[in-house]
C-alpha cells in the first residue's frame, strides 16, 4: 500500500501525482470499510479525499493551519496526520473521535463538530499571528450547506478586510445534509456553470480575490491551485466543486441517505424500529396539516434526525421550510409566523438548542409566540463531546413565558402536541421522549393549560420519586426496590411540566415524607431537580437530584456514566438507606 509510506504530511512530497492517486483509492477503501463498522459519517469524508491530500501535500501542517468546518470531513486529514492505524486496524477503530481534537494531535487545532464555524475561527487565529508578527498560512475548510449557518457569513464578512493571508477553501458538492436551502446557493450554482467566470460574484462581493477549481477530486488541479495560493497576502477564496460519496455509487446517487450512516448499511442491513415516537409525530403532522393549511413545519438542515425524508416533505409541499442551517433564524422565523396566524411547528436536535438561545429569549418568550417547539434527542449518552444533548432542560426552562414538556409515554406527548398546536397563549417546548415507545392504551385527557400541575401515578409515604420524562421508567424501578428493601410504597410523581412547581403538591407531601427524589436525563444544575430544591430550601424535606454533572463527557459509555452520577436504581436506594 502507498499508505504505508505516509505517516505524516511530509512524506506525501515524496510521492508522484500517480502514486498519490493510488493513495487517494486506498484511503476511500479504509474508511468505506470502516465506516460501515462502526457507524459515521460517510459521504462527506469520501468527497474531500483527493482535497485532503493536496492541502496537505502544498502547506506546511501543523505548522500552517487547517481548520476544519463541523469536521464530519476529518477522516482523510486524520490518516495524513500520525493516526491511519484507527482506520487500518479493526481493533483501534474506536481509538479516535470522529471530529478533530487537539488532544489526539498537534495537527487538530480545535474541538469541532456543530456547523459554521471554520472561518470565524480562522480569522482569530490568523489576527493573532499577525499581532505576533509571524508567518505561516491559514487556511479554513467550509462546506457548501455550512454558508447557510449565521456565523459562516459573520466570519466571511470579518475576514474579507483583514488585508493578510487568509485562505477559505469552500468544498462545494451541491449538498448539505439534506438539499440546500437559501438564496446563496443561485449564485454558487452559477459559479458552478461558468466554471467560476461568472461577473455575479457572492464572494469578491465580500472583496476576497477568487479562484475556481471545477474538479475537486482531481488532486493534480487542487495542487496547482493550492500552490497558487501558498503564502498569498490578502484573503481569497478558493472554491472547489467535489462529488460527495465519491468512491460509493449508492452515496454518490443518494447523497443525503449515505451523509451519515449506521454500522452494516452497505451490507444491506436496515433498521426498522416499527412504531416510534419519530413515527407517530409524522402522522400527527401530515393528519393535521391536511385539516389546517395554516400547520407549518420547520427544521435548520436536519430532517434525518426526525425521519423527514423525501416523501413527508412532498406530502407537506409549502407547509414545510427548510431554512438550512440556521437555527437562530428558524427560532425568529417561527415566532414571526405565529404572530401571524399561522400554526408552527419547529423541531430542533437537543444539541442545536445552543445555537439560538438570543433568539428563544427575545425573539421568541419575550413576545410571548405561541409555536410548537420540538426538542429531539435530549438526554445523557455515549455521543462524542461535540454532540452532547444534556443541557437543553436548563437551557429552554429558565426562560420566562416558556412552557417546557417532558410526556413519558405515547398518550401523553400526542395530548401534548394537540393541545400546544391548538393553543395560542404560550411559547410551548416539548422534550420528544428519547427511549423506546411507550403506550399505556388509554388517551391522555389532562388539560395542560392549567400549567404546572404534577401527576402522582403512586400513592406512599416517606420518599416521593419524581421521574421527569425519559427517567420516568427509573422512578418506578426505584420504587419498587424501596418497597422490595425497605418494605415501604414510595410516592411515585409524573411531574410532566419542567418549567414549573407543582406548590400544591410539593406542599402536601411534607406531611408525611421525608425524602424528595428528582430524576432528570440530563444536567442538574440549574435543571428541574434544583428548582425543586430550591423550593423546600427553607423546609426540613431533604431532596436528592439525580441526573448528570457539569461536564463534557466524551464517548464515555451510558453504564459508566449512569454509575458515576448514581443513576441505578440500588445506588439511589443506598442513598435514601443513608439518609433514613
Request: glycine residues 8%; hydrophobic residues 35%; contains cysteine.
Amino acid at each position: 500500500m502507498v499508505l504505508d509510506k505516509v505517516n505524516f504530511p511530509g512524506d506525501l512530497r515524496c510521492l508522484s501525482i500517480s502514486e498519490l492517486n493510488i493513495l487517494a483509492n486506498e484511503m476511500r477503501e479504509l474508511i468505506i470499510k470502516k465506516v460501515n463498522t462502526t457507524g459515521g459519517h460517510f459521504g462527506p469524508n469520501l468527497g474531500i479525499v483527493e482535497a485532503t491530500i493536496a492541502m496537505h501535500y502544498v502547506f506546511d501542517a501543523p505548522n500552517d493551519k487547517f481548520i476544519f468546518d463541523v469536521s464530519h470531513q476529518c477522516y482523510p486529514h486524520k490518516m495524513l496526520t500520525g493516526r491511519k492505524e484507527g482506520f487500518i486496524n479493526p481493533d483501534m477503530y474506536y481509538k479516535y473521535t470522529g471530529y478533530t481534537a487537539p488532544e489526539e494531535s498537534e495537527f487538530d487545532l480545535f474541538k469541532v463538530g456543530h456547523t459554521s464555524t471554520s472561518v470565524s475561527l480562522a480569522v482569530g487565529v490568523a489576527k493573532a499571528r499577525d499581532l505576533k508578527d509571524e508567518k505561516y498560512n491559514v487556511i479554513a475548510l467550509i462546506g457548501d450547506g455550512s454558508l447557510s449557518g449565521g456565523e459562516a457569513l459573520e466570519g466571511l464578512d470579518n475576514g474579507a478586510v483583514l488585508g493578510t493571508n487568509f485562505i477559505v477553501i469552500v468544498n462545494d458538492n451541491d449538498q448539505s445534509i439534506a438539499e440546500n436551502h437559501g438564496g446563496l446557493y443561485d449564485n454558487l450554482k452559477l459559479l458552478r456553470e461558468t466554471d467560476g467566470k461568472a461577473e455575479c460574484n457572492f464572494f469578491k462581493s465580500l472583496g476576497y480575490d477568487y479562484c475556481f477549481v471545477k474538479d475537486g477530486n482531481d488532486i493534480e488541479s487542487l495542487i496547482k491551485t493550492f500552490e497558487k495560493v501558498r503564502n498569498i497576502n490578502h484573503p481569497i477564496v478558493v472554491h472547489i466543486c467535489t462529488q460527495k460519496g465519491k468512491g460509493w455509487k449508492d452515496a454518490e446517487n443518494n447523497r443525503e441517505a449515505f451523509h451519515w450512516i449506521l454500522p452494516g448499511t452497505l451490507d444491506g442491513k436496515t433498521y426498522n424500529e416499527g412504531e416510534s415516537y419519530n413515527s407517530i409525530t409524522n402522522n400527527f403532522i401530515l393528519e393535521k396539516a391536511k385539516k389546517d393549511k395554516t400547520l407549518i413545519v420547520v427544521n435548520a438542515a436536519t430532517p434525518g434526525v426526525f425521519g423527514w425524508n423525501d416523501e413527508f416533505r412532498n406530502k407537506l409541499g409549502r407547509q414545510y421550510t427548510d431554512v438550512g442551517i440556521a437555527e437562530e433564524h428558524a427560532c425568529a422565523y417561527v415566532s414571526a409566523l405565529a404572530r401571524s396566524g399561522a400554526k408552527p411547528i419547529w423541531a430542533v436536535m437537543s444539541s442545536f438548542v445552543q445555537r439560538t438561545y438570543d433568539q428563544l429569549s427575545q425573539d421568541l418568550c419575550l413576545n410571548n409566540s405561541p409555536i410548537t417547539m420540538l426538542v429531539y434527542w435530549g438526554g445523557i449518552s455515549s455521543a462524542d463531546a461535540t454532540h452532547l444533548c444534556t443541557f437543553d432542560i436548563p437551557l429552554i426552562k429558565n426562560i420566562p413565558n416558556m412552557v417546557y414538556l417532558a410526556p413519558t409515554n405515547k398518550e401523553e406527548y400526542l395530548r401534548m402536541l394537540e393541545w400546544s398546536v391548538e393553543q395560542d397563549k404560550y411559547p410551548v417546548a416539548i422534550r420528544v421522549p428519547n427511549i423506546e415507545l411507550v403506550s399505556v392504551g388509554k388517551e391522555d385527557r389532562t388539560d395542560y393549560s392549567v400549567l404546572n400541575k404534577y401527576k402522582i401515578m403512586q400513592e406512599g409515604v416517606n420518599v416521593a420519586i419524581l421521574g421527569l420524562g425519559n427517567f420516568y421508567g427509573l422512578a418506578v424501578e426505584v420504587a419498587a426496590k424501596i418497597k422490595e428493601s425497605l418494605n415501604f410504597n414510595p410516592t411515585v410523581i409524573n411531574p410532566r411540566f419542567i418549567t414549573g412547581v407543582d406548590e400544591e403538591l410539593m406542599e402536601s407531601l411534607k406531611s408525611n415524607h421525608k425524602i424528595v427524589i428528582t430524576l432528570e436525563d440530563g444536567l442538574i444544575d440549574g435543571g428541574f431537580g434544583e428548582m425543586i430544591s430550591r423550593y423546600y430550601g427553607n423546609s426540613d424535606m431533604k431532596v436528592l437530584n439525580y441526573g448528570s454533572f457539569k461536564e463534557f463527557t466524551d464517548r464515555t459509555q451510558l453504564d459508566e456514566l449512569y454509575t458515576k452520577y448514581r443513576l441505578k436504581p440500588e445506588l439511589i436506594l443506598q442513598d435514601i438507606k443513608n439518609i433514613l
